[in-house]
């Protein structure tokens, strides 16, 4: 059931409805997150959700809740939260101007208030001055009442000022949040391509990219239950982990699906590498706390690919992604560098 088809039916059913029609067409839970993405599917507004969720419908693999909770950190989540870091920026900007307004406000009023003091010595020397002494007297006093109030406005707006530094510290740490997989604890996708960039702006020599899936792992999902399918993503992301030279950055791409970005590496290096972290998974045998049952040794298949001058994330993963697909055709279980 693709958005623009079904608009063109005359269906006036509301949208809600044909949400939830949606996921019981493809056996998803009611969950908010599939709702969500439903719901914006059907609704047809964001062109590249549709477009995500149509290449899943048209491939030969189902819809789970996995693949919708990514379209949904992909498409909505990094959207919504950018909104939220510009709000921040935009709030900070404005509090930032304002007090500088009101602090040269408050040195002009002292400014006046010290051409008074002035003035009023230079009226010791005018005779019959009482009246305009008086007067005088009255102007500098109004004027430090001024001063007094600008100064308490000024120690508000500090204050203010300071809780939005607050705000903004709380923005950032949710940022970093929704950078990291929470299962693994690794950057997430969002936070590799940032990552990345960054790295890309800085680096001397270029960075090797591994990509590394997990072989099979419906079966293994399919065999011992999604649980256990969580748990040897955990291991694979502490195997990676501890192989991984200090500035490398590590990321789960999604699913069952890892990176590993390695700053000035060759390619010699990075294929060394990927096999060091293919054999350490090989090797790994877990066992099922409460039954004893030993869980099949499960692998990992590796694309490597080093980047090319200038060569941007997405060509470069690209290469690694080929490569990735290469080793899988080759019988899994092995390296493939992309020439
Ligand atoms: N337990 C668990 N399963 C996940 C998660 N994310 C994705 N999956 C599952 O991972 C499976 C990936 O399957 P495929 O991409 O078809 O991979 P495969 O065919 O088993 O293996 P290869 O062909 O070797 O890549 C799907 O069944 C998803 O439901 C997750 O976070 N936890």
Same mark, same amino acid.
């Given at each position: 059931?693709?958005?623009?088809?079904?608009?063109?039916?005359?269906?006036?059913?509301?949208?809600? *409805?044909?949400? &939830?029609?949606? =996921?019981?067409?493809?056996? /998803? #839970? @009611? !969950?908010?997150?599939?709702?969500?993405?439903?719901?914006?599917?059907?609704?047809?507004?964001?062109?590249?959700?549709?477009?995500?969720?149509?290449?899943?419908?048209?491939?030969?693999?189902?819809?789970?809740?996995?693949?919708?909770?990514?379209?949904?950190?992909?498409?909505?989540?990094?959207?919504?939260?950018?909104?939220?870091?510009?709000?921040?920026?935009?709030? *900070?900007?404005? &509090?930032?101007? =304002?007090?500088?307004?009101? /602090? #040269? @406000? !408050?040195?002009?009023?002292s400014g006046l208030q010290a051409s008074l003091t002035e003035n009023l010595g230079r009226l010791d020397e005018v005779r019959d001055s009482s009246g305009l002494r008086a007067i005088a007297q009255n102007l500098a006093q109004a004027a430090l009442a001024a001063n007094e109030s600008n100064a308490a406005l000024k120690k508000s707006l500090e204050a203010t000022e300071q809780e939005t530094r607050l705000l903004r510290g709380e923005l950032d740490k949710h940022r970093r949040e929704a950078m990291v997989d929470p299962l693994t604890g690794l950057l997430n996708r969002r936070g590799m391509l940032i990552e990345a960039a960054k790295?890309?702006?800085?680096s001397d020599g270029p960075p090797a990219l591994l990509v590394m899936d997990i072989d099979h792992f419906k079966r293994i999902n399919d065999t011992y239950g999604h649980a256990v399918g969580d748990i040897v993503i955990q291991k694979v992301a502490e195997a990676m982990l501890a192989i991984a030279p200090d500035q490398a950055m590590t990321a789960r791409f999604g699913g069952e699906e890892f990176v590993m970005l390695v700053p000035n590496a060759s390619i010699d290096r990075a294929q060394q590498l990927a096999e060091k972290v293919r054999t350490s998974i090989e090797r790994l045998?877990?066992?099922?706390?409460?039954?004893?049952?030993?869980?099949?040794?499960?692998?990992?298949?590796?694309?490597?690919?080093?980047?090319?001058?200038?060569?941007?994330?997405?060509?470069?993963?690209?290469?690694?992604d080929k490569a990735l697909y290469r080793a899988k055709h080759n019988g899994r279980n092995c390296v493939v560098a992309s020439s």
């Open positions: 059931m693709k958005p623009s088809q079904n608009d063109k039916s005359g269906a006036r059913s509301d949208l809600g *409805e044909r949400a &939830l029609a949606f =996921l019981a067409q493809h056996r /998803l #839970s @009611a !969950s908010p997150i599939n709702y969500w993405v439903a719901h914006d599917y059907i609704r047809g507004n964001d062109p590249s959700l549709c477009e995500a969720l149509n290449s899943v419908i048209g491939s030969s693999s189902a819809i789970d809740d996995f693949v919708v909770r990514e379209i949904y950190e992909q498409h909505v989540a990094g959207e919504a939260l950018r909104r939220f870091h510009g709000m921040g920026e935009g709030i *900070e900007k404005l &509090l930032g101007s =304002l007090l500088g307004d009101v /602090l #040269s @406000a !408050s040195r002009n009023t790295l890309f702006d800085s045998r877990l066992v099922r706390r409460h039954d004893k049952l030993e869980i099949a040794p499960f692998t990992i298949s590796v694309g490597v690919a080093l980047r090319q001058r200038e060569e941007s994330i997405e060509p470069l993963f690209d290469r690694a």
